[in-house]
């Protein structure tokens, strides 16, 4: 502990890629691991809280089905802001002090929203909700990659995946029970809450640590993310790896409540919806594949995993025959939609030190490509070919996504050089 410091914050070693094995850092101790994954998931739960209050946010502000619709995009105007703006800043800043101005900022934007007497303040609000919660959570991620030991990188990057797997299901649940309860406005109160408390333990127990930083200027850090993502191939191929799976995973999400919704199923949303808690065993599967990164055997995960996703097609075509075998289909496209992402950000954040959030940053933007063009193509292809249709599409972009994979991969790569941690695409 530095003598001069008045923080009580732990320290520990900081972990260097370079570090020799008998200099090597300790491991990240579980308590820390548990932390980063709690904030991850209460910062994306942010995020989506919106999606099941639509109908009641609309009733209050006097906004038709299709005006609502707005209060969402707001949101994920927030999260593109996030994405070039902001999560870049922790290769600049120092990211513990980021983190904590971060989660203010957070709590006086759930407080705007909570507060909201207008349509536009409430917009306003949601915006600001979009950039926060996703600067958060794409922050922790880089900040859990950076404190991590080159050896643990790919378990502690899977833990705290899961926790963003978490927040994105459990959001939607505890929205609603809570505005069932006591309104809508009573959900961001309750997150204000808990965002305050988690500035405060963050500021007790996030590791006080001087990381690898860049020695740019803000503008010229904004564009070192488009020279990494020209100049790196790991993250060029990973990158195309996100943007299609994520591309077949929003395709499916999108039109799922179509069919499902219309005879001869007919369910309610919060039926629909419930398919998506199959996705808590991908928590497990994020866990894992990041250990088989750590091992060296990143390029063999990603070979099941796109398998698996090419493969989870078939279940999910025979919708109209049985919903067990929709929910196993949906099973396997999260296990392996979680075992490729926690395998391809394990793999850029080897990239360099000083650039982790950039990096995550540039990655993200894929996901955000593939997510908008998958469900584009998703409502487009439901209303020529039906739900048929959308798995054929689904199906095409894995397989494209598994022959990009196989021509890409250098022949006799490991997915980790022994020697120091640095990734092959």
Do not use: K
Request: glycine share 10%; hydrophobic share 60%; aromatic share 6%.
């Amino acid at each position: 502990m530095n003598p001069t410091s008045r923080s009580v914050a732990p320290e520990y070693e900081t972990p260097r890629d370079d570090a020799p094995e008998d200099d090597a850092p300790r491991p990240m101790p579980p308590a820390l691991v548990f932390l980063l994954a709690a904030s991850c998931a209460l910062s994306v739960a942010n995020v989506y809280y919106a999606q099941p209050l639509l109908d009641a946010i609309g009733r209050e502000f006097h906004l038709d089905e299709a005006a609502v619709g707005i209060v969402v995009t707001a949101t994920q105007l927030g999260c593109a802001l996030a994405l070039f703006f902001v999560v870049p800043l922790g290769d600049l800043l120092d990211r513990r002090r980021l983190m904590l101005g971060q989660l203010a900022l957070l709590v006086l934007a759930l407080t705007a929203v909570a507060a909201a007497a207008n349509a536009p303040w409430l917009l306003a609000g949601m915006v600001a909700l979009g950039l926060l919660g996703t600067a958060m959570t794409q922050g922790l991620l880089a900040l859990s990659a950076a404190l991590a030991a080159p050896a643990e990188r790919g378990r502690v990057l899977g833990a705290a995946q899961g926790g963003v797997v978490i927040g994105l299901l459990l959001a939607r649940t505890l929205a609603g029970a809570l505005a069932d309860l006591w309104g809508w406005r009573a959900v961001y109160v309750a997150s204000a809450i808990l965002s305050a408390v988690l500035a405060l333990v963050l500021a007790r127990w996030l590791p006080r640590r001087r990381l690898p930083a860049a020695a740019l200027r803000y503008g010229a850090l904004l564009r070192s993310v488009f020279t990494l993502l020209a100049t790196e191939r790991v993250l060029q191929v990973r990158g195309m790896i996100a943007l299609l799976m994520f591309a077949a995973f929003s395709a499916f999400w999108t039109a799922l409540v179509l069919p499902l919704s219309a005879p001869p199923h007919s369910l309610s949303h919060t039926a629909v919806g419930a398919f998506g808690l199959v996705g808590v065993v991908g928590v497990l599967m994020a866990a894992r594949a990041g250990r088989l990164a750590d091992a060296g055997q990143g390029q063999r995960t990603t070979a099941i995993g796109l398998a698996l996703l090419c493969v989870a097609w078939a279940p999910i075509a025979l919708l109209d025959h049985s919903l067990w075998l929709l929910a196993l289909g949906v099973l396997a496209l999260d296990l392996a939609l979680q075992a490729l992402h926690v395998t391809n950000q394990a793999m850029i954040f080897s990239i360099g030190a000083q650039a982790h959030s950039r990096l995550v940053a540039g990655y993200m933007m894929f996901y955000a490509v593939g997510s908008g063009l998958g469900s584009i193509a998703a409502t487009a292809v439901y209303a020529q070919a039906g739900w048929l249709g959308v798995c054929a599409l689904g199906a095409g972009i894995s397989v494209a996504a598994l022959l990009f994979w196989a021509a890409t991969v250098p022949r006799g790569a490991r997915a980790v050089c022994p020697g120091d941690g640095r990734a092959h695409s």
